[in-house]
């Protein structure tokens, strides 16, 4: 019969073990969902649009309309970061609201 394995953590000598980083979800949900329509969108763009000049115009477009959203998502986080910072102590509930 097979045995399960040990955690981690059990091992006398394990090292300590380095947190999972993942910078690209800072933004949360919203910021992944815009970052797979920007990768999607030139394939998507490619299946719709056959004329090749417009075909590289939209992928253009999209390029830059995601660029956009994924600034205006990273401002609007820093916003809210610097807001919860300079609120004063008893207000905090406030600013949850």
Known sequence: MPQNSMPHATYANA???QAFHRPRTSMGATG???KTAGILAPLLIGEFVKD???R???IRISSVVT???SEAL???KIRKERQ???AP???EEEMVR
């Open 15 to 17: 090292p300590d073990r």
């Open 32 to 34: 992944h969902w815009l």
């Open 52 to 54: 090749a000049e417009q």
């Open 56 to 58: 590289w115009r939209w």
């Open 67 to 69: 660029a956009l959203g």
């Open 74 to 76: 990273w401002t609007n």
């Open 84 to 86: 919860e910072s300079a």
């Open 89 to 91: 102590k008893g207000r």
